[in-house]
């Protein structure tokens, strides 16, 4: 009996031991899942950062495309401007040259007469590119009126094909009644 007795108090004693062992195993594996987890947790907060970050650049992106963009049609505006106003001040300079030389008491009659022929024909000329430029911008017009009537043209065509595909839902749904009822007696 004593072998038993102490063949039980060594395996007691082994289980004893496995025991502490299975105890540090498993802080262990807590220790390492509470690890896992804090690690998984700044890896979601760390790919919604990410996320948040590419929108944002995507944004950013965006926006400066619009941006140069803007820019871009802002220089064209600037030098069409500058060229207008720099054709303007051609043509007041021409017109100040053309008043001083016929208000000059020295010019005879006949510099005087080439003079305002000068200033009559570059009149005439601008009164023609506008006249020019009205008719373009007339004829622009009148092509996106015809494109617009077209455009009311086809919206009331389809308006008018929706009224009357509802109309023959209608009919098809009464009739569909019609048919379950005489169905049902």
């Known amino acids: 009996m004593s072998e038993k007795q102490q063949f039980l108090e060594s395996e007691q004693e082994n289980n004893h031991e496995k025991e502490k062992v299975v105890d540090i195993a498993e802080r262990q594996v807590a220790k390492i899942r509470i690890e896992y987890q804090d690690a998984e947790t700044a890896r979601i907060q760390f790919r919604d950062e990410l ?14 495309e619009v941006r140069r963009g803007e820019v871009n049609q802002l220089k064209k505006d600037i030098k069409t401007k500058e060229e207008k106003l720099a054709s303007v001040k ?65 919206c009331s065509n389809k308006e008018a ?25």
Not at 161 to 185: P, Y
């Open 161 to 185: 094909e929706i009224r009357g595909s509802q109309a023959a839902s209608k009919n098809l749904t009464s009739k569909l009644n019609k048919i379950d009822q005489e169905a049902l007696k």
């Open 51 to 64: 996320e948040t970050l590419k929108y944002c650049t995507e944004r950013t992106n965006s926006d400066l």
């Open 90 to 154: 051609r043509n007041v300079e021409e017109a100040k040259e053309a008043l001083e030389r016929a208000m000059d008491g020295t010019l005879t009659a006949e510099q005087r007469a080439i003079a305002a022929d000068e200033f009559l024909n570059k009149e005439e000329m601008w009164v023609k590119e506008i006249a020019k430029e009205i008719r373009r911008l007339r004829e622009q017009q009148f092509k996106k009126n015809e494109a617009l009537q077209q455009l009311k043209t086809t």
